[in-house]
């Protein structure tokens, strides 16, 4: 698993936003000096992540009552193990939503 951040703003006047992604990278458990690598996506999950994104655009901007339910992401691998710190760059920034 990684830690993904949109950051978006909506230009009222020119009637058109911006949306800026950051995927932060992970190294593997098990390799020694391991390098920092992108994260990869299958495509079920970057369009988890556009409807993801286009709902808070609609709640954060246009002010929409959408509630709360999201569709999950979809795992190839086991995804149920401890989540290391030293090995995620969101954590070594201090923004990983999995941080304990």
Sequence with gaps: RVQVVFHFQLNK???????KLRGYKQECMTCSE???????FPEENIDVLVERLVKKIRMRCYREKLGQGNRSSVFNTRDDGPHE???CEACRLGICSQAN
Excluded: N
């Excluded at 390098?35 to 990869?40: A, G, S």
């Design 34 to 40: 391991a390098q920092m690598e992108d994260p990869k």
């Design 13 to 19: 006047a020119r009637r058109q936003g911006t949306v």
């Design 85 to 87: 710190r030293k090995h």
